[in-house]
């Protein structure tokens, strides 16, 4: 299961995985989110992988960086959260991080929707919505 939701107001994307993904499922979800009307290279990143279980070795997981990098509609000054509830959901969370060796997309890994929200700089106000969105199968 994939879904996605923008925000303009917020200027935020929301990516919400669940089930069992491999790198070519996350950078076919990447693209498709990029080629929404109403998305921008600025636009803040919430990734839930709550309920993911990612398949991928380091050969795989170098491939959805370097994809991420030479596509420039990807790839913009923004914050991108994980919202993680596993180590192994942590561990892919940290190696994306680490491998992507830059500074221009600030990540942090979560594991509460409020922190992720509030490091995001996400009003008070949307939480409720953006919540019920992530809990809807």
Known sequence: MFKYKIIKGQNILIRCFGGIFSIDDVIQYVKLTSNDDDYSTTMNVLNDLRNAEIRYDDT???????????????????????????????????????????????????????????WLEISKNYTESIEFFLNQK
Do not use: C, W
Not at 65 to 79: A, D, P, Q, T
């Open 60 to 118: 795989q997981l170098k491939l959805l960086v370097e994809f991420i990098k030479n596509n420039h509609s990807l790839y913009g000054k923004r914050k991108t959260a994980f919202l993680v509830q596993n180590p192994e959901q942590t561990v892919f969370s940290m190696l994306l991080d680490y491998e992507k060796k830059e500074d221009l997309i600030n990540m942090k890994i979560f594991t509460t929707l409020d922190a992720s929200l509030d």
